[in-house]
Each structure stands twice: as C-alpha cells, then as structure tokens.
C-alpha cells in the first residue's frame, strides 16, 4: 500500500523501509520535474514538511526532502539527484512556504539552487560567503549513495523501480561485506577531531 | 577567488534587499539583532504602516556556529558536547535526538534503568524549558514579578539536572547506549519533593497569571494560525497542539520507554497565542505525571550496556532519522555514514527554525505591539533556530 499521494507519480524508485532501523517508513527517489507536484500532492493529504537537506554524494548533489503527517505518522524520505556541475532544483515554498528557508540553508550549506524560491538570498551564512560552501566535499571524500543508503536487509521491499535505476541496488550480501558493516572500532585511540573549535559561544 | 554574488551592493545587504520591495509611504524599521524582545540575538526587518506591520522579514544568522560540519570532523562521542548547545533550554532532549540517531544506526541497546533516567532527565529539562518561557513571555508582555517566581522553580530542577549530569545548562548526559552516570540515592527523594511542590506552584502560576485581563486582552485571538498553515511551515509542538491537532512524537513515534507511560497530549483549538500558553503551561502537569511513574518504576541496574560503544567509534555505513519531542516540537537527527572514522553527513531538524519561519505570515496586518505577543508565542530558542 503506497501512500495515496505517491500513487499517481512515476517514482523513480519507492521502497518499504522499516522505522525501527532507519526511521523513515518509505524511502523515494523523486524525478526533478516531478517535485512540485509530489510536494502539492502530500500538501493535499496533510502531509507537512520535516525539513529539507542536501548530501553531497559520489553519484551527484542530492536534495533530501522529509515529509511526516500529524495524525497518521510515517515519515517519507524523497531524494532527488542533479548533477555536480548542475545542481539545480526546483524550488516547493510555492507549495509549502516553510520551504524557502530550507532551500536557502541548502544553498548556503551546499550551493544548491532552487529556482523560483521567492526569496532566494542567504540565510544562515553572511552574505559575503555567497561562493563559499562548507558543507561540500572534495571530489575524493564523496562517498556513493550505496554506502549511504546500505544496510542490512534494505531495499528488500521495492515496490517501483524506474529501468535503468541502479544506484540503490544493494548487492547481495557476502561474507566479507557483513564484517565490513559491523560497527568497527577505530584502531586509533586519539581522534583527531580534538582540537576542533567549538564554534564561539553560546548565548 | 570568485566574486560574492551577493554583496555588491554598498550599505546592508539585508535592509537594501528588503527596501526593493516596499509599498510608498511606509517605513522601515529594523529591529534586532539586540533587542530585548528577540531573545538572543535575532533580527526582524519591519515594513510599517503606522502602527501596523505590512511586511515582515526575520534575517538569521547572528548565532550561527555551523554544528551541521562540526558533526563532520568529530566522532560521534565528541558530538554529544554540541547537543547541549543547541537548544540551551531543552538540551537533554537534543542529547537524546544525537544518542537516538547514532544507537538507531549502530543498532545498539540500552539498559532499562538508563531508558528511565533518559525520561526523567528529559521531562524535568521540558518543565525548566516551559518555566524560562513563561516568564520570559509574560516580562516581552511588560510585567515583571512572574519570571522571579518561574526562576526559583527552576533553580529547584537544575540542582536535581546537576546531580544527574554535573552541569547545569549544557549538558551532556546522553552517552551512546545509555547515560553518563547514575544519579545518587539522594535524587529520587529531591524528585519526589518536587512533583507535589510545583503542582502547587503551577496553580499559583494560573492564580496569578493566566487570568489576568489585561494578558487576556493581550494574547487572546493574536496570532491564530490553522491546521493547514502548520503543515505548510512545519510547524510542529505546542504550535500545532495550539491549532487543534494531538500530534506529539512521543505518542506518533514513540521512542525510549514512552509507550509505557500514561499522559495526556493538551490539545487546544483556538491557535491563538493564549493556546499555546495554556498549552505549555499544561505540558507541565503531563510531564509532572511522567516523573511520578518513572520514580515509581525505574528498576535497578547498569545505565550502560556491558559492552558501550567507545567514544571515537565508527558509524556502520548507512542513515538513520530520529526524532524526539523537544519544548519547542519535533526535533530531527538525520545522519548518514560512510562507514568511516566521522559521520558523513548530519542534519539537525530544530523546530524552532519552522516555528519561526511562520512569523512573517501571522504578522502580516497586525500592530507592532501584537507581534511582540505573537514572536514570545513561539518560543524561540535563537541557538536552536540558528544552530
């Protein structure tokens, strides 16, 4: 049973995901076009919006977008994927205006752009540090929405899956990739994250 | 380096952007980022007409300290100590949304004596929270005496959080799979001293307050807001239980030892601000009642699992959401894991920054003076909104 709002869109991948593990209760890969009419659509049911994130992923710039609904809770996590060089995605505070804010975090943090965001200056950095995105990663430290997305028995319930989309199949698991997946502990007792600033003080 | 895009204009960026749009024969003020009513230091650009606000714009930023990369270069031990500082008023619920992600994704257990000093922790860190609010919102309404009588209430709370925790605002008590410590004997008779004691001091807070006429006048019927706008904003805790909808996470999804617990969600219709302070004020009997059943049936035990994860541990590969009810609403954790030495990727869900997104909308068309009733009515925590 998809929820209804999702029904009528072509996702390009929806699964059943189990909440105990990754609290969320579905987990969807939206078409870029398709957003606004996603976002409308779970606005119409009485979904409202958690919050809306960026992850920088080896596959392309990813905008991450929770949904959550007040009186029957199940949180659905949607994805959409752009590329480096293009990371551009339409704009929902049309739709749910608490999305402008979002959206403009995300282009501080990350650089995205949301087109038609009514007001799309920023937010939470200095205007000045317009060009400067602290939450992008290096070309050789992104990792692949794989391993982001990995875990033992996800992506067992797929229920759509667009041809051609590959980049949440999770390989059939091995012997070697369980011991891989267990929580490993770092070999080394001093991290070196110590001598991190704090961030200034706290009012 | 490249050229900002944003700052080639003379003058601040903020208020020159805001003029762009203005009516004829309106002013600008801008108020904020110092001012008494912003709590903290955030910043509001008003465009007037008269007495009455025509537009309004918050401009954030001015706390900022950017805990979304800081989760990034730490291990997800050393993050703990930023949880505290987030929200400083309901920082024990922070803890446990970092904890909860964390032991969520590595699959750990935590022992039932730790589930319960999580609650009990968490619940007297809420009745503080709502406390500082109360009397803070009644001193933005202009009188003085009632946050003197909510501070030596809450003073009582922290001596019992510092007992718990060794600090008294940012704490850090969280630890992955269980808490920092067990509480001495002498805790649980404090507790007990307490429920009793501010059940009778919530009574003097209505007696004294939330009759008067002149707070009626001021906050009854401002700043309604329905079911359909808390969707739109995200607009979640005492805002939407305010607007008539029963919704709080420790009933829509529950986490830690919640579902054996027996409260009530106060649910008010109005969605005025003098919902959401009957609200708040309610919240503190329910997690009075919290407090007394966990003291009456926390079991002994270990606060640790046998075997705790290390404090520089690796996350497996991976993402896990977790939300918990805050003072202010729903608080998220989202983290993901490459599997690597620090977290790939954390997102702090504070409810504060949708809470606050509304502010430009429920101040259209009213008097500067309602604004005021409107901005205290949605209990900003600056750090939190910010982050």
């Known amino acids: 049973m998809i929820p209804a709002p999702l029904a009528s869109f072509d996702l390009l991948y929806l699964a059943r995901e189990d909440h105990a593990r990754t609290g969320s209760a579905w987990l969807g890969v939206m078409a870029l076009q398709d957003i606004p009419a996603i976002a409308k659509a779970l606005l119409a049911a009485g979904y409202h919006l958690e919050d809306i994130s960026g992850l920088d992923a080896a596959e392309g710039a990813v905008a991450a977008y929770h949904f959550d609904h007040f009186t029957t809770p199940g949180r659905i996590t949607l994805l959409a994927l752009a590329p480096h060089d293009a990371p551009v995605f339409p704009s929902i505070a049309a739709i749910y205006q608490g999305a402008e804010w979002h959206e403009r975090e995300t282009r501080d943090f990350f650089g995205y752009v949301f087109t038609d965001n009514p007001n799309f200056i920023p937010l939470l950095l200095p205007d000045d540090m317009a060009d400067i995105h602290p939450l992008k990663k290096p070309e050789a430290a992104r990792a692949s929405l794989l391993t982001l997305f990995a875990g033992e028995g996800r992506g067992s319930e797929v229920q759509r899956k667009a041809e051609g989309f590959t980049l949440l199949d999770q390989p059939a698991p091995t012997a070697a990739d369980d011991a891989k997946a267990a929580p490993a502990e770092a070999k080394q007792p001093e991290a070196k994250a110590d001598d991190q600033p704090d961030g200034g003080k706290d009012a | ?387």
Not at chain 2, 191 to 200: S, V
Not at chain 2, 317 to 340: L, M
């Open chain 2, 1 to 387: 380096m490249t050229r900002p895009i944003f700052s080639d204009t003379k003058g601040d960026f903020y208020s020159i952007n805001f003029e762009k749009g203005a009516r004829e024969n309106t002013i600008i003020l801008n108020m904020g980022p110092q001012h008494p009513s912003t709590h903290g230091v955030l910043r509001i650009l008003l465009e007037l007409d008269g007495e009455y606000i025509v537009r309004a714009e918050p401009v954030l930023g001015y706390l900022h300290r950017m805990h979304e990369k800081m989760g990034e270069v730490k291990t997800v031990g050393q993050y703990m100590a930023n949880m505290g500082r987030v929200d400083y008023l309901h920082a024990m619920a922070w803890n446990w949304a970092w904890a909860g992600a964390a032991e969520r994704l590595a699959g750990i257990e935590v022992p039932e004596r730790a589930e319960y000093l999580r609650i009990i922790a968490t619940e007297l860190n809420r009745i503080a929270s709502h406390q500082v609010w109360w009397g803070a919102y009644i001193l933005d309404l202009g009188a003085f005496t009632p946050i003197l009588y909510s501070f030596e209430d809450r003073e009582k709370i922290l001596d019992m959080l510092q007992m718990m925790s060794g600090a008294r605002l940012t704490f850090s008590y969280f630890r992955l799979g269980g808490v920092a410590n067990d509480v001495p004997p002498v805790f649980f008779d404090r507790l007990r001293e307490f429920i009793p004691y501010m059940r009778n001091r919530l009574n003097m807070y209505h007696a004294l307050v939330t009759g008067n006429m002149i707070l009626k006048q001021r906050i009854e019927g401002i700043g309604v807001m329905d079911v359909d706008a808390c969707n739109r904003y995200g607009a979640t805790g005492p805002m939407c239980r305010g607007s008539g909808i029963a919704h709080d996470t420790r009933r829509a999804e529950p986490y830690g030892l919640y579902d054996r617990f027996d409260f009530n969600i106060p649910v008010y219709h109005e969605g005025c601000c003098m919902a959401r302070y009957m609200v708040r004020l309610d919240e503190i009997e329910e997690s009075l009642k919290i407090l007394e059943q966990a003291v009456a049936a926390i079991p002994e035990g270990p606060v640790l699992p046998a075997k705790p994860l290390k404090f520089n541990a690796k996350l497996p590969a991976g993402e896990a959401y977790y939300a918990v009810e805050g003072g202010r609403g729903k608080i998220g954790v989202w983290v993901a894991s490459d599997g690597g030495k620090t977290p790939y990727r954390i997102k702090l869900r504070a409810p504060g920054f949708s809470n606050l997104s509304i502010f430009s909308e429920l101040a259209e068309g009213t008097l500067i003076a309602d604004s005021i009733a409107i901005l205290g009515s949605l209990d900003l925590v600056i750090p939190e909104v910010d982050r």
